[in-house]
């Protein structure tokens, strides 16, 4: 049986009068202008990526913020233990940092912390998190200056 | 062909290294007896990852083959509590100040996180596989 080719349209399709742009029409290119009407020129696959990258970017801060929630419910019930809690958003995983109420490192903790990792680590659609302990009295050289404190402050920017 | 090296074997090297190494460090370097000890847990991990042909590069890949692999349901608490107190002491100032407070001598660090890893992990690796007590300088 004869492969049948597919058609592609000469113009922009249209379903219920929103133009379609189709990833596969590579000759097509389409002139965008920002707020600042600075024109930007992409093609079909182009503008398909793009979108694609900010919907999972868009899903990844909606992640990211879930299992933020969940790190500070679990830093409440771990209070007697924890002191402070920060996050280090890193090129290829993120990092809790937990600041024992002991000068020591704290073993309850640390187990509490696995079990915490297994938790959210698996499906918590933001990659690789770990979590480490760190002192208090050298959190300078753990913690770097992008970090946010997640616990006890409540405010998280958008 | 050349023939490939036993990549088990060479973990099993590593590993041997480091733990006689660990037995020769100096007190008055804590950070650098926690860290071979350390490393002695690392290379057995990659000796079980090794046998079931897992390679890992860093150890946050490490790490997650420890925290969701079954193989390492028995140690992945004693590993990553290894690994994190490993993290801070080979930077920090105070190592022994970081050493958890219920461990008396290093040699206790050891008994509760090398041992039961070394124990849970020699039958995965090889039947005969074995190791007299590691003892570190206190």
């Known amino acids: 049986m004869a492969e049948e080719k597919t058609k592609l349209p000469s113009v922009p399709a249209q379903t219920k009068g929103i133009t379609e742009i189709h990833a596969h029409e590579t000759h097509r290119r389409y002139k965008l202008v920002d707020l600042n009407n600075r024109e930007i020129e992409q093609t079909a696959g182009e503008i398909v990526e793009a979108s694609k990258l900010l919907s999972n970017r868009k899903l990844w801060i909606d992640n990211f913020k879930a299992v933020v929630t969940r790190v500070r419910a679990w830093c409440e019930q771990y209070k007697d233990h924890v002191r402070m809690a920060l996050v280090d958003i890193r090129s290829d995983k993120v990092v809790f940092y937990l600041v024992p109420q002991s000068e020591s490192y704290d073993l309850t903790l640390g187990d509490a912390m696995t079990a915490l990792e297994i938790e959210i680590g698996g499906g918590s659609g933001i990659g690789c998190v770990e979590s480490l302990q760190v002192p208090l009295r050298s959190i300078e050289r753990f913690v770097g200056e992008k970090s946010l404190q997640v616990w006890p402050t409540v405010a998280m920017g958008e | ?138």
Do not use: G
């Not at chain 2, 007190?27 to 390679?55: E, G, M, S």
């Not at chain 2, 920090?92 to 970081?98: G, H, K, R, V």
């Not at chain 2, 849970?120 to 190791?131: D, E, Q, R, T």
């Open chain 2, 1 to 138: 062909m050349a023939k490939q090296p036993d990549r088990v074997q060479l973990y099993l090297d590593q590993w041997k290294h480091n733990r006689d190494f660990a037995k020769t460090i100096d007190p008055a370097y804590r950070d650098w007896q926690v860290t071979a000890v350390f490393y002695t847990a690392l290379h057995l991990i990659n000796a079980v990852l090794a046998k079931y042909n897992i390679v890992v590069e860093r150890h946050s890949e490490r790490n997650d083959e420890v925290r969701f692999n079954a193989v390492f349901d028995v140690v992945r608490t004693k590993y990553l509590n290894l690994f994190r107190i490993c993290s801070v002491t080979r930077y920090d100032a105070e190592p022994d100040l970081w050493i958890p407070k219920n461990y008396l001598t290093v040699n206790d660090l050891v008994n509760d996180l090398l041992t039961p890893i070394e124990q849970n992990l020699f039958p995965k690796i090889s039947p005969s596989l074995a190791a007299k007590p590691l003892v570190l300088k206190t």
